[in-house]
């Protein structure tokens, strides 16, 4: 008998899609790293996960929620496919104190953190000939997801020259009868922007006149520490429908749990109208589920987490991104046009004009990890070339350290 080809091959598009992803592209740079060699620690400011510093540790609250959750064997089952009434109930009335509405329990739909909620929304909207509108930059995950999708991605722009705002006209250019959604990252990842009330009541009108809802990814939402104050996008939810993404991971500083939520903020029920609601909750039938320990504590780290944990964590940033845009001044190869004022990241645009042997972000991130053993995120991953994207979530002397590194780097590279 004449041997038989193995019926099963290597899936090229998952590779592509996992080419996207903050992960792999940390990875081949952090490849280049050799801590003997420099004689210098590695300094990771590459992705948002300051809990390896002490000063930003979680709350005891936090910490005592779950062993109280897990002490009580309440929470060993089997959980709902959308959660558990008691945590969307509590974080129902939690996205309630800063809206003019009330959100139900069965407007919220728990998922393993923000990556799956960004996978089930782009399941749930996925159609034939449909396109979605995604910011430039981007947050890398929704890239990748939307690869498995039969959605078209199309691209409007962030404007830097305007801190970080929609370009309105461009996203009214790209949509057509075949746009289901537009994505916005607010507080900004990758660019630390925070949007005002008139802008995002503008966007809630674009998106009405376009006939598309909004997804407002607020996995930031509060970590604020500029002029403007938070303000959630569900807020203008009876212009246009709100999906509204977020996660327990940044503000309270547990980005390993991967607990986050979905929640329908749309007054006017559109949303159960068209049949969404129900979609969702038929893709969280067939997915993962967060840990059923951590949804049986979220009620009691939501209560009673106190404000003064969170205003301490602002402070942190604040200083942080304080320090960052001001000591960025002595670097005259790098520009940071909007200084931080929300999330943990600044965009910094590189002059490569300036540097002799530097290609792109590319090349940059890769010499300066080999030459100083630290890690920043090359801004063509988030779709903006020649830019780099730094978390400014650090102790205040690993960054001082941080920008003595990428000040000497460049010195060394610069044309004389």
């Known amino acids: 008998m004449e041997k038989k080809e193995w019926g099963f091959k290597e899936n090229h598009d998952l590779h592509a899609a996992a080419a996207f992803t903050i992960r792999n592209v940390l990875e081949a740079i952090m490849g280049n790293i050799d801590e003997t060699r420099t004689g210098k620690p590695m300094i990771h400011l590459g992705h948002g996960d300051p809990s390896v510093y002490p000063c930003f540790r979680t709350s005891t609250i936090v910490e005592d929620a779950l062993i109280e959750s897990i002490r009580s064997a309440k929470f060993n089952c089997y959980p709902a496919g959308v959660g558990i009434d008691s945590a969307r109930r509590a974080i129902a009335d939690y996205l309630s104190r800063d809206l003019p509405y009330k959100l139900e329990t069965d407007d919220v739909f728990l ?15 996925g159609r034939p000939d449909g396109n979605i509108l995604f910011p430039r930059p981007n947050y890398p995950i929704y890239e990748a997801r939307a690869r498995f999708t039969s959605l078209e991605v199309r691209h409007f722009d962030l404007l830097p020259e305007k801190g970080w705002e929609v370009d309105l006209d461009g ?84 980005p390993g749990w991967r607990f986050g939520w979905i929640a329908m903020t749309d007054p006017a029920g559109i949303l159960k109208q068209t049949g969404i609601a129900g979609c969702l909750k038929s893709c969280l039938t067939i997915t993962a589920d967060p ?94 070339k020649n830019w780099v994207r730094v978390s400014i979530a650090a102790d205040q002397a690993v960054l001082e350290d941080a920008i003595g590194r990428v000040k000497a780097f460049c010195s060394r590279h610069a044309k004389h």
């Open 171 to 254: 996203v009214k250019a790209l949509a057509d009868d075949k746009t289901v959604a537009i994505v916005l990252i607010n507080p900004g990842n990758p660019c630390g922007n925070v949007f005002t009330y008139d802008h995002m009541q503008k966007i809630a009108e674009t998106a009405k006149q376009l006939g598309i809802l909004v997804i407002s990814d607020e996995v930031y939402a509060h970590q604020v520490f500029g002029d403007k104050p938070f303000i959630p996008m569900g807020v203008f939810g009876h212009i246009a429908p709100v999906l509204t993404l977020g996660t327990l991971s940044k503000r309270w500083i547990v």
């Open 291 to 384: 840990p059923t320990v951590i949804q049986g504590a979220i009620p009691h780290v939501i209560e009673n987490t106190s404000e003064s944990f969170f205003l301490n964590i602002n402070k942190l940033l604040k200083d942080a991104a304080d320090l960052f845009y001001e000591r960025l001044k002595d670097i005259p190869l790098l520009t940071c046009p909007h200084k931080p004022e929300g999330s943990m990241f600044a965009m910094v645009k590189l002059n490569l004009s300036a540097f002799y042997d530097v290609v792109d972000d590319t090349d940059f991130c890769m010499k300066l990890a080999k030459e100083e053993s630290m890690v920043l995120f090359p801004g063509d991953a988030v779709c903006l």
């Open 111 to 125: 998922t393993v953190g923000a990556n799956h909620a960004i996978e089930v929304l782009l399941t749930v909207l």
